[in-house]
Each structure stands twice: as C-alpha cells, then as structure tokens.
C-alpha cells in the first residue's frame, strides 16, 4: 500500500486560494478545501484550528500576489504611479473574485480613509510618486489618495459589473487625475 499524501499548510492555502479565485470567497469551506485536495476535513482542521486562522492566511498571500502584481514593471516604466494603477485595475479585471475577497469584504472595517492613506505600508507606493512628481511625503499622500479613489473606482466598477478593460481611457483618466491632484496639492502651498 503506498504511503498516503501529508497534506500540508501549503497545498492548503493553494487549494483555498484556487477556490476563491474561481468561486469567490463566499464558496470557501472546509468541506471545499477537503474535496479539492482529495482528503477528509481532518487534515485541514488539523492545520487551522478555525476558519478565521485559515482566511487570515489565505488573505496575506492574496495581498502578497496583489502587491507583485501592483508592482510589475513601475521600477522600469517612465511613469510609475501610472503602471501601478493600470496594474491595480488589470487584477481586479483578471481576478474578480481576488479583488472582492481583499477589497470589498469587511477587513477594513472600523477603519477610515486617512488612517488607510496614512499606514506605514503605503510607503513602498509614495517613494516612486514623490520622485516622479517633486513632492513632499505629505504632498505625495494626498495625491495616492486622489490617484486611489479613482483607480479603486474604476477597479470596483470592473470587478463588480461587465464593464471592459480599456487602458487606453484609463490611461487618460489617471493622468488627468494625477496631474489634476498635483497640481492642486502645489497650489495649495502657495
């Protein structure tokens, strides 16, 4: 009798994260897990005392891919924080149910917009907005925040509903919303 396969917190995470990629969070169970890896509950209980453990988890390594994916390209593109946008719109375009599970569920809640926009994690983010626009760091998380609302706009809108991937329109839209924005954060120095 061949040995049986010891399932591991690994294959866990992938199988839960392939379910919601697919399915959406709403669908993920123990049960689900269990199917997709071919074994009993036993050995996902075994791993992860609760569902909470499981879900906080599997929401890290979602915002680990998430944050690659923001990233890729902004170090070699001629206009960073545009390539980070377009990149935050393309995952919410690619992966609906990914976008929903970090975005629109309740982690954020009891948490307000400055308290997001001023979080020691945005850091990796001001960093190529304060060279390429010449801004202070206060400056610099005043525009992210206009830039956010309207690439989380746009991304909701498309994660949400058919609405199409259009680089070509949002491309325009981030550059009038970040030129707009830096130009009125200057302004206001005045």
Do not use: W
């Amino acid at each position: 009798m061949p040995p049986k396969t010891k399932i591991t917190r690994d294959m866990i995470l992938g199988a839960g994260l392939d379910i919601i990629r697919q399915e959406g969070i709403e669908n993920l169970n123990v049960r689900r897990i269990a199917a997709a890896l071919g074994c009993s509950t036993q050995p996902v209980m075994y791993c992860y005392e609760t569902m909470d453990e499981l879900k906080n988890e599997l929401y890290a390594a979602a915002d680990g891919m998430h944050t690659e994916r923001l990233m890729r390209g902004a170090d070699s593109s001629g206009s960073p924080m545009l390539t980070i946008g377009l990149n935050y719109i393309g995952f919410a375009a690619e992966e609906k149910h990914l976008f929903r599970f970090l975005f629109q569920s309740d982690k954020f809640r009891n948490t307000s917009f400055g308290d997001l926009m001023n979080g020691e994690e945005l850091g990796f983010l001001l960093a190529p907005l304060q060279a390429a626009a010449g801004l202070t760091e206060r400056q610099a998380r005043e525009v992210f925040g206009a830039l956010f609302l309207c690439v989380h706009g746009i991304a909701s809108l498309i994660a949400n509903n058919s609405m199409e991937y259009d680089k070509e329109e949002f491309t325009r839209l981030l550059n009038m919303t970040f030129n707009g924005a830096v130009g009125a954060v200057k302004e206001g120095e005045k």
